[in-house]
């Protein structure tokens, strides 16, 4: 079965910093996707940024890049020249190629301090 | 255009009550799930649907969680005889087909308070 372990709780980064999150995962698949969503505090889940396995490049999108290790099962997210409207949930989360299904990590907490 | 809706945002329910819970999609969108997220925990995946048809209801905890989409649009989560376990956020997500190419679009979710 794929699982997907974020181990900080909660992060804190001052404004205009940069943050890193982190995110491993436990799959036996070769053909999968990850991805990092967030979640402000009105609930609304919003994809921030996904990786497809087979591609070596790591995403960016804007402020957000990923730093993808496949061997090290390892998929963590920076967010570059914090803003106050980062501070949210983020969830890491895996689905294969062959499946329909999110699975999701436990989340971090992100406070973005001014 | 709209989002995915649910309604409603917030329900307090007494232990043994029914509920139902409603997730309107994007319109067009083939792919309905739902997600149960408990307190401080990552959603996780309760059941699918492609159009009317629900392929996929591996992730409902009891037979007393139910869920329809008749029409292949608006669909429903009803929860039996509820007890307090069942308090959680309910998510619902819509996608315009079936693969992982195709971004699952999220609600704002329904908050469901078992007293």
């Keep these: 079965a794929q699982t997907v372990t974020q181990s900080q709780p909660e992060m804190s980064v001052q404004e205009a910093e940069t943050v890193t999150l982190s995110c491993t995962y436990d799959t036996s698949e070769n053909n999968y996707y990850l991805f990092w969503y967030k979640q402000p505090p009105s609930r609304q889940m919003i994809l921030v940024i996904r990786q497809e396995a087979y591609k070596q490049q790591n995403a960016t999108e804007n402020r957000f890049s990923v730093n993808f290790q496949k061997a090290a099962k390892s998929f963590s997210l920076k967010i570059s020249d914090s803003q106050l409207g980062d501070t949210a949930m983020y969830f890491c989360a895996f689905r294969m190629d062959s499946s329909y299904k999110l699975i999701f990590g436990s989340g971090t907490r992100l406070l973005v301090r001014p | ?115």
């Design chain 2, 1 to 115: 255009g709209a989002g995915v809706s649910q309604s409603p945002r917030y329900k307090v329910a007494k232990r043994g009550q029914d509920v139902a819970l409603r997730c309107d999609p994007i319109s067009g969108h083939v792919s309905l799930f739902w997600y149960q997220q408990a307190l401080g925990q990552g959603p996780e995946f309760l059941t699918y649907f492609q159009n009317e048809a629900q392929l996929d209801k591996s992730g409902l905890p009891s037979d007393r969680f139910f869920a329809e989409r008749p029409e292949g649009s608006v669909s429903t989560l009803k929860i039996q005889r509820t007890q307090q376990e069942d308090s959680a956020v309910y998510l619902c997500a819509s996608s315009l087909f079936q693969g992982p190419r195709w971004e699952q679009y999220f609600g704002p979710g329904t908050r469901l308070t078992v007293t």
